[in-house]
């Protein structure tokens, strides 16, 4: 079952915040972010980690409810750069393969100027 | 220290032909990854390697298609006999070490089945 991502799409004017949300029904181990431009590679934006630890992006935030099994990505004074589609991704709770990513669905970021 | 790279980045084949698409990982990674990505889709779980070992293959189709990581050079994903239904892009990604590690992706190969 992949993550359930909300909102599908957002459309912002430059400088507006952003908040995207991801929610898992099977136990997280970490949650991985990306951005992913058309026709380009998906690019790491954030990794969440049980226990608190962050690693990423610095002008990127996100939280981790490990009991909820959420997570939300903020965009703070969005840029026009800041287009793409974004995609949360997890890790599973143990099992030899706990390093594979089970990627959302997607959401789509628009910044007008 | 170059990221990952695939080649080639556009491959046409047509229907009943092979596919090879190769990864290099970057320096010093040794997991790789395969995800597939069908148009305006997210990406699927393919494939996960380590050197010369296939550690998870569970989002392989069961025919038709394998994958290799070998001691020296790139990991390879193959499609024998392809079909319409694999056109799609195919990402590889690599990292140092599994789940609190982050992935980087390759640019990626379209593959277009005509």
């Known amino acids: 079952q992949q993550p359930v991502q909300s909102p599908q799409a957002v459309i912002l004017r430059e400088g507006e915040d952003a908040v995207i949300n991801c929610s898992s029904s099977k136990a997280l181990y970490s949650v991985h972010w990306y951005r992913q431009k058309h026709g380009e590679a998906p690019v790491f934006l954030m990794i969440?980690?049980?226990?608190?630890e962050q690693k990423g992006h610095d002008k990127i935030s996100a939280s981790f409810n490990e009991k909820k099994q959420q997570s939300s990505l903020y965009l703070t004074a969005s840029q026009l750069s800041y287009s793409g589609t974004y995609f949360c991704?997890?890790?599973?709770?143990?099992?030899?393969?706990?390093?594979?990513?089970?990627f959302g669905q997607g959401t789509i970021l628009t910044v007008h100027p | 220290n170059a990221g990952v790279m695939q080649n080639p980045r556009h491959l046409v084949r047509r229907r009943g032909q092979e596919a090879r698409l190769r990864c290099s990982p970057m320096k010093g990674h040794s997991h790789v990854y395969w995800y597939r990505q069908l148009p305006e889709e997210g990406l699927k779980f393919m494939v996960y390697l380590q050197k010369e070992n296939i550690i998870d293959e569970s989002g392989m189709p069961k025919e038709r298609f394998s994958a290799e990581f070998p001691k020296e050079g790139p990991s390879i994903l193959r499609i024998q006999q392809v079909v319409r239904g694999d056109s799609a892009a195919y990402f590889c990604?690599?990292?140092?070490?599994?789940?609190?590690?982050?992935?980087?992706f390759g640019p990626g190969t379209r593959l277009t089945v005509t």
């Open positions: 990604a690599s990292s140092l070490g599994t789940a609190t590690y982050e992935q980087y």
């Open positions: 969440l980690l049980k226990g608190g």
């Open positions: 991704s997890r890790t599973n709770a143990g099992g030899t393969s706990y390093g594979k990513l089970t």
